[in-house]
């Protein structure tokens, strides 16, 4: 099931936030993080397309 507009950009603030607080990058989590960010991105921006 896709995300909605605001849950996809809740995923988009979670990441950003976990990255400006790290001290030094957790190179473990940041290829899930990249990846959820790219989905979350292309569904935001599907729905923006779509309006």
Do not use: W
């Amino acid at each position: 099931m896709k995300q909605s507009f605001k849950e996809s950009y809740g995923v988009l603030q979670r990441h950003a936030q976990t990255l400006r607080e790290q001290t030094e990058p957790n190179i473990d989590d940041l290829l899930q993080i990249v990846e959820e960010s790219v989905a979350a991105y292309k569904n935001c921006q599907t729905r923006i397309d779509a309006v």
